[in-house]
Structure formats: structure tokens, C-alpha cells
């Protein structure tokens, strides 16, 4: 009998424990556009690929125990602006790094690099200096766009690079780019 209580009494314990809330500070990593929302396009290479193959390395690269990452989508799934802005909001993290790739009008450019958008906020704009000094010098410009207008957290908007620029392109659409590009975002993330 002594033996059957100290087993409900551990299993309990456990139950207890496995539900408790974690300390966990969360990041949000929105990979826009997705499902027939192609975004940008270039060559048979599009934005919506691009963007979540560098957040799904993110998320999977993340191994600290302080920060949980949550993607906007997994999948190549179309959510409209206003669904990812309420969860974000409803998740109400730490910070918002909206991944988008970007293009100009024409054909091949000779136009390349990251540029960052922000909201009028001093964390987003520190946010956004953190970022830059991680991925290379970067226009950063305060813009009011929805995502950023619309999430109550710190956001970035960030342009990872030109689709129609043959060397930001191959860049971005390959593993080792967006592996290495995830990385980049881990380290910003882990110095917070």
C-alpha cells in the first residue's frame, strides 16, 4: 500500500510538473507571404521559399534554454496580415523579425544587401542597429507597414537581399545561405 502512494504521489508530481508554465521569453520570426502569395519572383525563385527556409533554420538552430522561437508559418501556408499581426500580439514577445526578400522593377540588378524597416519605437530601432551590425552595414529606415504598425511588440522588417540580383539570389536560395543567414539571426538573438 505504501508503494501504490508513493507512486501516485510521483505521477502526480509529474503531471504538476509538466504543466507548469515555462520562463521561456518568446521570439516571433514571421516568414511573409506563403501558400499563393509568391511575393517576390526571379527565375523560378520565390520570396515565399526563401523567407521560410531561413526561419525554419532559425527555429531549428535555436538551442537556448531562455528563448522559444514561434514561426508565423511552418508550412507554405498564406496567412493574411491581420491573422499574423493578432498572434503575434495574442503571443506578445520579446521581439518581431519579419523575413522578406526584396526586388526592383526589370530584370537583373546590379542592386544588392539587407535593408530594415522599423517602427517608431527605440526598441525597434535598436533592434534594427543590432541586426545591421550582424549582417553587414544596412539602410535602416522607420516605415509604416503593417506589421510593424499592427504588432504591439518590438519589430523589424527585414529584407534579406535582391531576388534579382544573381548573387544575393543564388546566395538566399542555397542551404549554406540561409543556414549561415540563420545563424546570424541566433547570435542577435542571444545577445538580448
Known sequence: MKTFKLLVLSLASTAILSFSPTNKKIIVIDAG?????????YNGVSEKQIVLGVASQIKKLNK????????????????GLSDRTAMIN???PEMVISLHINRTPGSETDKKGHEIFTQNSDASKALAEKISKKLGSCK???KNLHILRESKSPAVLVELGFINNK?????????AGQK?????????????
Open 180 to 192: 549561415e543567414l540563420a545563424q546570424k539571426f541566433i547570435e542577435i538573438i542571444n545577445e538580448k
Open 140 to 142: 535602416i529606415e522607420e
Open 33 to 41: 507571404h506563403g501558400g499563393n502569395d509568391m511575393g517576390a519572383t
Open 90 to 92: 495574442k503571443l506578445n
Open 167 to 175: 548573387e544575393d539570389r543564388d546566395y538566399l536560395s542555397s542551404e
Open 64 to 79: 537556448s534554454e531562455d528563448y522559444e522561437i514561434i514561426l508565423t508559418r511552418d508550412s507554405d501556408q498564406y496567412a
